[in-house]
């Protein structure tokens, strides 16, 4: 469904056979620190998770395209580019524990994870809210005669924003070096796209804003790369923004706190598991003679022991400090925050600490 | 009488009022097959059907934006906004546009728009989905704010609101939509808006709260009664237009007043409270009007508990309080 591409676009966007392997396991690895998150969640665990299930690819296959140098303002769904793109896992899983070894410092709920190391900005819940950021941080990298690029992600549900809006128009006049990616995942909660939004596709909103919009099928991570590479190319070349619509399914429930039984057959997502984004990507392995079941259970089994110490080493990191809630309001502590940390600090019965800036 | 949670008492005043007046429409995100994140709205769009009860795409200023246009052209909406934290979009609409409106028509266009929020913390959803933002729309004139605390002022103070000519902001506090159970009269009946309730008679320390600190703020007055402290507590409901008959006369008898909420401290409308009765009472007053409140940070994830204003801290402000000697 992508547009015809140029000879030198398909270069860009093709995949070695080892990039593919590569890109084959980030998409195992989230799916495994998916279920054993949700399965930590039901316990007790972890207060909230939302996983990416079904969407693997949209989200792999986009963030590969990108170099180190690119930055990605996330939705709710693309932690795992994070961990692509290098951000260790047990810091990224302390996040969900909230404790001192998240960078975040346990100030947002889980699922909100960001990282300075690896260039993903740091998100709030608000739907849409990061579009016009990521205008600004391209611009400014245009500003600077950087060729860095921007990718924005953003869900189906947040094409009805005014942010989006906003965004796809700053972006389309001022030319930036931004690539949108939509992941269509066909919910918002329990909202359904056609609900949403009166045209067809996302893709063709692009029209009004004089960029290219592309979609894509969002469960092929080969086809995602390729179309994400594309975009990111024209974008480094100074030739603006493009839209990209990568057509998925949100497989499993909104988040922790939804029951999606409540709003949707089963049968819907039953057709969509059939197009599983690492079922489909295994078989192509398999039919290069790149992939077979020994390889496919060592995988899991290193995986799942990956996994399991992270989340070990992760739950064992200690508690953030009461105190350290007043720290970074501001870049230093003014007087106000410091008579109210020795408040609380007196309530809980404790000596003031020596203050500290961040 | 029925026992029912705060948020079925919503659900049960959402549906007498639709059922009692086909101008009533309810309009959000996921309010319909979901029947809401919270289930607010559960069964009413099997009820009364996808033109009462309105799915919407996602844009808080078009839901507001909408609902205002319905309201000018004779409707009751009801728009729910999914989260408090949420309803910024929705800002200018809600400051600019449904505040203003009677007043810069002249008169010539009232707009009775209810926009529900549920607010508050305690459950566990870091900045995004505990927030406390009633000073920021009490500060906007032109809008009523209500927070109920009871599931038998959660349905009579919403009839209350839809059946009156003034924008409402009705915050719900979320952390008690389950938590919060009580009996709750079938049918029709209100409670008046602008209208305290003295939920605790006492006569040394005035402890003033509402929504989900009141049951903190009870707790308190529990504690402190044991150490020899006579707590009255009294649960605004309407925060703006407040009740200052009934907030005057108890700053005037216990002479020592506490203000407990949750939002930040600094210009939360406890500052507002505290500047209201030294103007009003100041010779009645033996102490300075304390604030236990929650601290000027974004509200946190991990240490909600020691953000919130919960029991402990609302004792020792009534401890200072009560002891306080010019
Ligand atoms: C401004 C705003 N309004 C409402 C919400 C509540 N909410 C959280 S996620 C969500 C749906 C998002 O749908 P979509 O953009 O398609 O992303 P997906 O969850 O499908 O990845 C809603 C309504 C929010 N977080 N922010
Ligand atoms: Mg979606």
């Known amino acids: 469904m992508a547009a015809p591409l140029a000879k030198e676009e398909a270069e860009a966007g093709a995949l070695s056979p080892e990039a593919l392997v590569a890109l084959y396991r980030a998409m195992a690895r989230i799916r495994v620190v998916d279920e054993r998150m949700a399965t930590l969640q039901r316990a007790g665990r972890v207060g909230f998770y939302g996983v990416c299930t079904g969407q693997e690819a949209a989200c792999i296959g986009s963030a590969a395209a990108l170099r180190p140098s690119d930055w990605v303002f996330p939705a709710l769904r693309e932690g795992a580019a994070m961990l692509l793109r290098g951000f260790p896992l047990v810091t990224y899983l302390a996040q969900c524990f909230g404790n001192a070894g998240d960078v975040g410092r346990g100030r947002q709920m889980p699922s909100h994870q960001a990282g300075r190391s690896v260039n993903q900005v740091s998100w709030s819940s608000c739907i849409g809210n990061q579009l016009p950021q990521a205008v600004g941080a391209a611009w400014a990298a245009k500003l600077q005669r950087e060729d860095t690029v921007v990718l924005a992600y953003l869900g189906d549900g947040a094409t009805s924003t005014g942010d989006f809006h906003t965004a796809l128009n700053f972006a389309g006049v001022a030319r930036v070096p931004v690539v949108f990616v939509c992941q269509n995942n066909q919910w918002s909660i329990s909202v359904p796209f056609r609900a949403q939004t009166a045209t067809a596709t996302v893709a063709e909103k692009a029209a009004a804003y004089g960029m290219p919009g592309v979609k894509v099928d969002g469960n092929d991570v080969e086809a995602v790369y390729a179309a994400t590479a594309v975009a990111v190319a024209r974008a480094r070349r100074g030739e603006g923004p493009t839209l990209i619509e990568a057509e998925t399914y949100r497989v499993g429930a909104h988040s922790s706190a939804d029951d999606p039984s409540r709003y949707r057959e089963a049968a819907e997502v039953e057709r969509w598991r059939a197009k599983d984004p690492l079922v489909r990507t295994r078989a192509r392995l398999e039919a290069a003679g790149l992939w077979d079941a020994t390889r496919e259970a060592a995988l899991l089994d290193e995986l799942s022991a990956e996994v399991a110490a992270a989340i070990h080493e992760a739950e064992a990191t200690p508690p953030v400090q009461a105190e350290s809630m007043f720290e970074g309001v501001y870049a230093r502590l003014p007087w106000h925050l410091a008579e109210q940390r020795s408040e609380l600090l007196s309530v809980l019965g404790s000596r003031a600490p020596v203050p500290r800036d961040d | ?326």
């Open chain 2, 1 to 326: 009488m029925a026992t029912l949670t705060l948020v079925q008492a919503i659900h049960d005043a959402l549906r007498t009022a639709m059922r009692a007046d086909a101008r009533v429409v309810v309009l959000g995100e996921d309010v319909g097959r979901l029947g809401g994140v919270f289930r607010a709205t559960l069964g009413l769009h099997e009820e009364f059907g996808p033109e009462r009860v309105i799915d919407t795409p996602l844009a808080e200023g078009g839901i507001v934006g909408a609902a205002i246009g319905m309201a000018l052209y004779g409707l009751r909406p009801v728009p729910e906004i999914q989260f408090a934290d949420f309803i910024y979009p929705a800002f200018d609409q809600i400051v600019n546009e449904l505040a203003k409106l009677r007043y810069r028509s002249g008169g010539e266009y009232p707009c009775p728009v209810v926009i529900r929020a549920p607010y508050g913390g305690g459950v566990k959803g870091g900045h995004y989905h505990s927030q406390s933002p009633e000073a920021l729309f009490i500060h906007t004139a032109g809008l009523k704010v209500v927070v109920p605390s009871t599931p038998y002022d959660a349905k009579g103070l919403l009839l209350s609101a839809l059946r009156q000519e003034d924008p409402v902001l009705f915050l719900e506090p979320k952390r008690l939509y389950r938590a919060a159970k009580g009996e709750v009269p079938e049918g029709d009946y209100t409670v008046p808006l602008e209208s305290a309730a003295v939920r605790r008679e006492g006569t040394d320390v005035t402890v003033v709260a509402w929504g989900a600190m009141v049951p903190e703020a009870l707790e308190a007055a529990e504690s402190a009664a044991h150490a020899g402290i006579s707590c009255e507590v009294v649960d605004l409901r309407t925060l703006w237009p407040v009740d200052i008959t009934t907030l005057e006369a108890s700053a005037r008898k216990t002479g020592r007043v506490v203000v407990v909420h949750e939002a930040a401290r600094t210009c939360g409308f406890g500052a507002e409270v505290a500047a209201l009765l030294q103007e009003r009472c100041f010779v009645h007053l033996a102490a300075p009007v304390k604030r236990v409140t929650g601290w000027d940070t974004p509200f946190p994830y991990a240490l909600e508990q020691q953000y919130l204003p919960l029991a402990p801290r609302i004792l020792a402000g009534v401890d200072e309080t009560f002891r306080f000697v010019a």
